[in-house]
């Protein structure tokens, strides 16, 4: 699971870049805003990559990606955007998990070296 979300985490780091430089050009908002918002935004994405398998860590990751959607309202393509990352990232928790299991129970299976 951790591989898929943090690939997933780390697409958003960049769209959350793309998406300020074109909030600075769409909206009203002070730059300084703009790039505070996005700054943090992207560090979240950097930091949950350490912490998926931490308690919280994929609740974290859902809030950042309703976070992604609700910035639609200062770059309405991000209403889109969000809505296809919450998507791959529900995509990356749930066959992340299904991997998990099966690699578990294939290790179980499997003979013991000796």
């Known amino acids: 699971m951790r591989t ?5 985490l780390i697409g958003e780091f ?3 870049g793309f998406a300020g430089l074109v909030a600075m050009q769409m909206s009203a908002l002070p730059t300084a805003t703009i790039w505070t ?3 943090i935004a992207m560090l979240l994405s950097l930091l949950l990559c ?4 931490r308690p919280g860590g994929v609740q974290l990751g859902w809030l950042l990606q309703f976070a992604l959607i609700a910035s639609g ?6 209403f889109f955007l969000g809505a296809v990352f919450a998507a791959l990232w529900w995509a990356s928790v749930h066959f992340g998990r299904k991997i998990d299991e099966a690699k578990a129970r294939w290790a179980a299976e499997a003979p013991t070296a000796g």
């Not at 898929?4 to 997933?8: G, I, N, Q």
């Not at 350490?50 to 398998?53: D, R, W, Y």
């Not at 309202?73 to 991000?78: K, Q, R």
């Open 14 to 16: 960049f769209v959350i």
């Open 4 to 8: 898929l979300c943090a690939s997933t």
């Open 73 to 78: 309202f200062v770059v309405p393509t991000m």
């Open 37 to 39: 918002v996005s700054g």
């Open 50 to 53: 350490g912490m998926l398998t």
